[in-house]
């Protein structure tokens, strides 16, 4: 929302994409996915966590 | 009369949570013959949801056939959603997706996704939005969740 021409936010349903869901070694929900596994966050985190870990899978 | 996947107490829930609707939301769903039971199932959710509210709308495409439509929305499951702004008869995509039978929990997520589109407002911090408006190169975030 804040910069549409740059982010995708996707939410997906674990169980109807199995395949998907094991290639992330997703094992709880929420798990949230950065850039096609460069970070991951487990959990409902506060935002300023996710955040941390987004600029750091950016890097990447 | 075939039955409805909302019952009469959903929807005036649905009703009470919709009060906080500001502008109106389009709602993209791309289906694929392939799965066509959970394609079926989601399609008649959301066609049930839009009828809710006329701020809301709902166009449906097929993955297999609307190649264009599938390719601007970068869309690659189904069911697929996009929940996006509408402005007068222009679609604006915020990026937002859902793929998966939007129920159980992930319906109040979905709720919350269009009550969001609708306001045109994120709520993130300063510092939060900074950062994602500053980015150099795209951001892919995937949420996995379950419907219990």
Redesign the interface.
Same mark, same amino acid.
């Given at each position: @929302? $804040?910069?549409?021409a740059?982010?995708?936010?996707?939410? *997906?349903?674990? @169980? $109807?994409?199995p395949e998907?869901?094991e290639k992330?070694g *997703?094992s709880g929900?929420?798990?949230?996915?950065?850039?096609?596994g460069d970070g991951t966050v487990v959990g409902a985190v506060p935002?300023?966590n996710l955040?941390a870990e987004?600029?750091r899978a950016?890097k990447k | 009369m075939p039955e409805k996947l909302l019952n009469d107490q959903i929807v005036g829930q649905i009703r009470e949570a919709f009060v906080d609707l500001k502008e109106p939301v389009a709602i993209l769903f791309f289906g694929s013959k392939e799965n066509w039971e959970?394609c079926d199932d989601s399609r008649l959710l959301l066609e049930e949801l839009v009828e809710i509210d006329e701020r809301l709308s709902l166009t449906v495409y097929d993955i297999g056939s609307d190649i264009e439509v599938v390719k601007l929305y970068?869309i690659d499951?189904t069911p697929g959603i996009v929940i996006a702004a509408l402005d007068g008869n222009q679609i604006?995509?915020?990026?937002?997706?859902?793929?998966?039978?939007?129920s159980g929990h992930?319906f109040s997520?979905l709720i919350q996704?269009i009550l969001?589109?609708s306001g045109?407002?994120?709520g993130?911090?300063p510092?939060?939005?900074d950062?994602?408006?500053n980015?150099q190169?795209?951001?892919?975030?995937?949420?996995?969740?379950?419907?219990t």
């Open positions: @929302m $804040e910069n549409p740059m982010i995708r936010a996707e939410g *997906v349903e674990a @169980m $109807e994409f998907l869901s992330y *997703v929900v929420p798990q949230t996915t950065i850039n096609d935002e300023q955040l987004i600029m950016s | 959970y970068q499951k604006i995509d915020f990026g937002i997706r859902y793929s998966g039978i939007p992930e997520t996704d969001l589109v045109r407002d994120s993130l911090t510092q939060t939005r950062f994602l408006k980015l190169k795209p951001l892919h975030l995937q949420v996995f969740v379950t419907p």
